[in-house]
């Protein structure tokens, strides 16, 4: 069974920065896409960034030039770097790994941004 967690959600202020990881374990490897959601207070789960196994990303309008995702094969693992964030950032962030028709899916961590 293929486990997702993530780590180095917090609280940080508008225009700091903050870094997320995904971490990924279990007997699945080489995903095909791994990317970043979020899900801000009393809003539906929206896309944030994707990135493919071969280095294709893809981000949502309101993040794109702030944020930057990564993803490091050897270790089954994606990132997501924050910058300039805005208190509209504010969400639970989840991390999400397809192979195939396989969809896994983090338990999420929470992303304050505010003064």
């Known amino acids: 069974q293929v486990q997702l967690v993530e780590s180095g959600g917090g609280l940080v202020q508008p225009g700091g920065s903050l870094s997320l990881s995904c971490a990924a374990s279990?007997?699945?490897?080489?995903?095909?896409?791994m990317g970043w959601f979020r899900q801000p207070p009393g809003k539906q789960r929206e896309l944030v960034a994707t990135?493919?196994?071969?280095?294709?990303?893809n981000y949502a309008d309101s993040v794109k030039g702030r944020f930057t995702i990564s993803r490091d094969d050897a270790k089954n693992t994606v990132h997501l770097q924050m910058n300039s964030v805005k208190p509209e950032d504010t969400a639970v962030y989840y991390c999400?790994?397809?192979?195939?028709?396989?969809?896994?899916w983090g338990q999420g961590t929470q992303v304050t941004v505010s003064s």
């Open positions: 999400n790994a397809v192979l195939r028709t396989y969809n896994f």
């Open positions: 279990g007997s699945m490897s080489g995903f095909s896409t």
């Open positions: 990135i493919t196994r071969g280095g294709s990303t």
